[in-house]
């Protein structure tokens, strides 16, 4: 029969089969698989099923190392799993492998037709519409076309070895994507490394990066293993990459290129097998004209780019991940807020978002701790937020302690002094170019070139 939807029933008890099929058998395409090898094989036949109901235990292959080969090889195929034990640990182990639900044994028809309505309904499996789950704890969140467009990349980045680059501006979820891309790959069982370039001076860095062997230096009593190394079998994860010192940029093109690294001190090198993500705020291209980056180290991570979004372009997803904060304080809190007021969301909306998610997230748990209503309204948000742009720009309050320090100190001469700091830092941003600055301020180059004159900048 045409036109029905396949499912493939993975399962070494026969009664499951001819249960589904009694069952389900005439709104359904029914394919049984009675162990992992045999599911592997059909995966790899002529005819793939829309669905595969994944028993987990199986005689030959475990069903989590069968949901996570099928992860790699159909990452759009949807997998409900289903087991006997009503184990926390199963249902958190099939979430992060993208299982798309998990269901008690004996199955329960009714609850299993409806999963595979809503499977069915939205008809592409993967990216799952509101994000995607990350571990046991964390969601991406997402559903607007740019952040969906974003989890297919990063859905062909997991399935891939190839090294990536994560650029993005400051709070859009490069280190969760980073994640993600880790938790469905092959190498998900592996460690999860990662170390944030600019936070560790140079000189602790390379052996943080690399190791040391064993006297090395003067205090190297034992031999340390570098990142690199603990590493192995799994992911590295090179935060704020940009930072990098010249000399250990040279270093990490060789450990890139020759797939070892050499611990301080020793005297060879160790052969390490690490998927590298690099991520970056800063434009990587940029720093490589400026001569800060070095571009044969920049090609070589450059593989695999993944470009996020700032939230602005990001539509209703800024309501979406708002309830997603707000759900996740309202189970850690006692009391907190279960919704936002249609005004309160529409100034999320409104708002410009420059510190994107995090700025969100902060906003959020704030309002959760200072909202007395049972919903967030507009007169919860911080002053400004949204408000047809007038102090946007100050959502966490930082520039408002000082503005009050401005205007007592320099009573009547406040406004001036303001003027003349943020035209001297639109010159300086712009290195001295008037049109430029004068775009950034949104004024005319004639009135910069004035102001100039005026406050001797
Ligand atoms: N799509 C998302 N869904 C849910 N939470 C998110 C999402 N994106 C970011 N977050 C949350 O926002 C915060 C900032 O994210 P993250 O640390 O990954 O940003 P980043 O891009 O690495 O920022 P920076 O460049 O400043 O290091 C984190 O708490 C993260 O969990
Ligand atoms: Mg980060």
Redesign the pocket.
């Known amino acids: 029969v045409t036109g029905l939807r396949r499912i493939l029933l993975v399962d070494d008890e026969r009664a499951s089969h001819a249960v589904l099929r009694r069952t389900l058998g005439n709104e359904f395409a029914i394919d049984s698989a009675y162990d992992g090898h045999a599911a592997l094989g059909v995966l790899a036949g002529p005819t793939l099923p829309d669905l595969v109901l994944l028993d987990v235990h199986l005689p030959d292959v475990g069903g989590y190392e069968i949901l996570a080969r099928i992860r790699s090889t159909h990452p759009q195929l949807p997998v409900i799993v289903i087991t006997a034990a009503t184990s926390v640990d199963g249902a958190i182990r099939a979430t992060a492998l993208a299982a798309r639900d998990y269901l008690p044994k004996p199955l329960d028809v009714t609850r299993l037709r409806r999963v595979l309505g809503d499977v069915f309904a939205a008809a592409p499996g993967w990216p799952p519409e509101r ?1 995607i789950p990350v571990g046991a704890a ?5 559903s607007s076309p740019p ?1 969906q467009e974003l989890f297919k990349t990063v859905g062909r980045a997991a399935r891939s070895a190839a090294t990536v680059l994560i650029t ?10 980073a994640r993600a891309i880790h938790t469905y790959s092959e190498r998900h069982a592996g460690p999860l490394i990662a170390i944030n370039c600019a936070a560790i001076p140079d000189a602790l860095l390379e052996s943080e990066l690399f190791g040391y062997a064993r006297g090395a230096f003067t205090g190297a009593e034992n031999a340390r293993s570098g990142k690199f190394e603990l590493a192995n079998g799994g992911t590295i994860v090179l ?1 704020e990459i940009a930072d990098l010192a010249p000399a250990l940029q040279a270093k990490l093109l060789r450990v890139l290129e020759e797939r070892a690294v050499t611990p301080l001190g020793a005297p060879a090198p160790i052969a390490v097998d690490t998927r590298i993500i690099a ?1 970056t ?1 800063a434009n990587l291209a940029e720093r490589v004209s400026a001569r800060s980056f070095r571009a044969d180290l920049f090609y070589r991570l450059d593989v695999l780019r993944i470009e ?1 979004p700032p939230l602005r372009h990001r539509g209703t997803d800024v309501a979406l ?1 708002a309830r ?1 904060f707000l759900g996740r304080e309202r189970s850690r809190l006692q009391r907190s807020p279960l919704g936002l007021t249609p005004e309160a969301e529409r100034r999320l909306h409104a708002h410009a978002w420059p510190g ?3 700025e969100l ?1 902060n906003v959020i748990v704030q309002c959760c701790v200072r909202a007395l209503g049972d919903r967030i309204g507009a007169a919860d948000l911080p002053i400004g937020l949204g408000d047809d742009g007038a102090l946007a720009i100050d959502p966490q309050g930082a520039i408002d302690a000082e503005l009050e320090r401005l205007l007592q100190r320099f009573p009547g001469d406040a406004l001036e002094r303001l003027e003349r700091l943020v035209v001297a830092k639109a010159l300086s941003l712009t290195g001295g170019n008037q049109v430029r600055a004068a775009k950034l301020l949104g004024t005319t180059r004639n009135v910069v070139r004035h102001r100039i004159a005026k406050y001797s900048i």
Not at 138 to 142: E, F, K, Q
Not at 168 to 177: R, Y
Request: glycine share 18%; no cysteine.
């Open positions: 994000g964390a969601t991406l969140v997402g952040m993005g501006e400051s709070g859009t979820g490069k280190e969760l994507i935060d991520i705020n996020v991940l997603h994107n998610v995090r997230e």
